[in-house]
């Protein structure tokens, strides 16, 4: 699913996630939309023409973003 890490400045807030969208199969930049009052992320793939939304009742999909995001946000 993951493409390419690409760093700014060693700064983990300055990284740009590329993937594979789980959801249409085209390549994206992963975002962070917002939390919800459990603390889950939303998360969306911008494509160049659009933007798909993965949230925590897309059940696996979403566990694997956020397992993705967390890890790589830690770095």
């Known amino acids: 699913m993951l ?3 690409e ?3 060693l700064c983990p807030l300055k990284t740009t996630i590329f993937i594979i ?3 249409c199969g085209r390549k994206g930049k992963l975002g962070v939309k917002k ?4 603390g889950q ?3 969306m ?3 160049e023409d659009g933007k798909c939304y ?3 009742l ?3 999909l979403w566990e694997a973003l956020d397992r993705l995001y967390s890890s790589i946000r830690k770095t």
Request: glycine share 4%; with cysteine.
């Open 45 to 47: 793939i911008i494509h």
């Open 3 to 5: 493409i390419s890490v």
């Open 58 to 60: 897309d059940g696996e």
């Open 21 to 23: 969208c789980p959801k």
């Open 35 to 38: 939390k919800n009052a459990f």
């Open 7 to 9: 760093r700014r400045n």
């Open 54 to 56: 993965v949230s925590p």
């Open 41 to 43: 992320r939303k998360y």
